[in-house]
């Protein structure tokens, strides 16, 4: 194979709002003093980038569009060069947004700081939609998923993933779509393929708080009732596992005793658990089984990624499951 040879992805992540984590850890952290750090560590991620982290590992062609700073890029283009996911992201002047972790061992604490990520005019946002509507119509022939995650960049026009979705059903493609608040209240309105919310997100699209199973997978049932494109709804309930949510039956699948590492992008492991099943035509059950494997392998994990294909498979075949 040629290295240099344009790969032709199947599923395109858009990542409109990605960051940069930073994590430094200091014992003993005292503010308004000069601190010595024990370690310090920086991951490209936000939920865009943590999808085709975990598909590319899983073998899937994929690649990623959104918004990247030009001036701190070059771990975004590691992480894509090391896990051949095609880079499809529009540049900006100024800093893709890092969101620090200040974490003290002694204390136990955690303190964050999040810096805001470059701004834009309406203009500027305008030109940046138009720029990922074209990498959707360049990649049209080969892509069947479009998969949209995380909150959109402050001042965004809420209805911006429901362009992207009419976009992708023009061409044929389908659509997941994991977001919240008024982006997942107009995401739906045009009618994605599936979603993932969790149940705090799910809850508060409807105004009501589930606090059972029960009121969750009814929740959904009512979603599907008044979306016709919608096929299926993954509500993540964390250590409870996950509601699977079709018209036809309500699968719950109970979450892997693992140990966790880091539950940073479980979620976004499980979205994209989803779509690898989609890609591989599977059954409901089956779709759920790989979907926990993906969030179970990522969590014994510290970063967004997957252990080997073995051990995905290995999880998935020790996935609980019921019917509800
Ligand atoms: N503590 C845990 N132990 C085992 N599995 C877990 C745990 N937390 C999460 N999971 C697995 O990961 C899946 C997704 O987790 P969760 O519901 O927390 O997603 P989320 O709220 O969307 O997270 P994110 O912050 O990544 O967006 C769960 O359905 C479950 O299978
Ligand atoms: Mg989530």
């Given at each position: 194979?040629?290295?240099s040879?344009?790969?032709?992805?199947?599923?395109?992540?858009?990542?409109?709002?990605?960051?940069?984590?930073?994590?430094?850890?200091?014992?003993?952290?005292?503010?308004?003093?000069?601190?010595?750090?024990?370690?310090?560590?920086?991951?490209?991620?936000?939920?865009g980038?943590?999808?085709?982290?975990?598909l590319?590992?899983?073998?899937?062609e994929?690649?990623?569009?959104?918004?990247?700073?030009?001036?701190?890029?070059?771990?975004?283009?590691?992480?894509?060069?090391?896990?051949?996911?095609?880079?499809?992201?529009?540049?900006?002047?100024?800093?893709?947004?890092?969101?620090?972790?200040?974490?003290?061992?002694?204390?136990?604490?955690?303190?964050?700081?999040?810096?805001?990520?470059?701004?834009?005019?309406?203009?500027?946002?305008?030109?940046c939609?138009?720029?990922?509507?074209?990498?959707v119509?360049?990649?049209?022939a080969?892509?069947?998923?479009?998969v949209?995650?995380?909150?959109?960049?402050?001042?965004?026009?809420?209805d911006?993933?429901?362009?992207?979705?009419?976009?992708?059903?023009?061409?044929?493609?389908?659509?997941m779509?994991d977001?919240?608040?008024?982006?997942?209240?107009a995401?739906?309105?045009?009618?994605?393929?599936?979603?993932?919310p969790?149940r705090?997100?799910?809850?508060?699209?409807?105004?009501?708080?589930?606090?059972?199973?029960?009121?969750?997978a009814?929740?959904a049932?009512?979603?599907?009732?008044?979306?016709?494109m919608?096929?299926?709804?993954?509500?993540?309930?964390?250590?409870?596992?996950?509601?699977?949510?079709?018209?036809?039956?309500?699968?719950?699948a109970?979450?892997?005793?693992?140990?966790p590492?880091?539950?940073?992008?479980?979620g976004?492991?499980?979205?994209?658990g989803?779509?690898?099943?989609?890609?591989?035509?599977?059954?409901?059950?089956d779709?759920?089984?790989?979907?926990t494997?993906?969030?179970a392998?990522?969590?014994?994990?510290?970063g967004?990624?997957?252990?080997?294909?073995?051990?995905?498979?290995?999880?998935?075949?020790?996935?609980?499951?019921?019917?509800?």
């Open positions: 194979m040629k290295l040879a344009k790969r032709s992805p199947s599923v395109l992540c858009v990542a409109l709002n990605p960051a940069i984590d930073q994590t430094i850890e200091v014992a003993g952290m005292r503010v308004g003093e000069v601190n010595r750090a024990q370690r310090a560590q920086q991951d490209a991620g936000g939920k980038v943590n999808v085709a982290s975990c590319a590992d899983h073998g899937v994929v690649a990623v569009t959104g918004l990247l700073g030009r001036a701190n890029a070059g771990l975004f283009e590691a992480l894509f060069t090391t896990k051949q996911i095609s880079n499809e992201c529009v540049y900006l002047d100024g800093l893709t947004r890092i969101n620090t972790k200040l974490v003290d061992p002694q204390k136990g604490e955690t303190t964050d700081i999040n810096l805001p990520g470059p701004q834009l005019s309406a203009a500027g946002m305008a030109d939609l138009r720029d990922i509507l074209a990498v119509e360049r990649n049209a080969s892509l069947s998923w479009l949209l995650s995380g909150s959109l960049p402050p001042g965004w026009p809420a911006t993933y429901a362009t992207l979705i009419q976009q992708a059903h023009a061409y044929g493609m389908r659509v779509v977001t919240s608040g008024p982006a997942l209240g995401a739906l309105l045009a009618g994605p393929d599936i979603i993932k969790n705090d997100e799910l809850g508060a699209h409807l105004g009501r708080r589930l606090v059972t199973q029960e009121e969750t009814a929740a049932r009512e979603l599907l009732d008044a979306q016709p919608l096929s299926l709804i993954v509500v993540s309930m964390g250590h409870e596992g996950a509601l699977f949510i079709t018209r036809e039956a309500v699968v719950h109970h979450p892997l005793p693992v140990k590492l880091s539950s940073v992008g479980a976004d492991a499980m979205v994209a989803i779509v690898a099943a989609q890609l591989e035509a599977l059954n409901l059950p779709c759920a089984r790989l979907a494997a993906f969030a392998g990522k969590l014994e994990r510290l967004a990624h997957l252990p080997d294909a073995r051990r995905v498979r290995e999880l998935a075949l020790q996935v609980q499951l019921d019917n509800k």
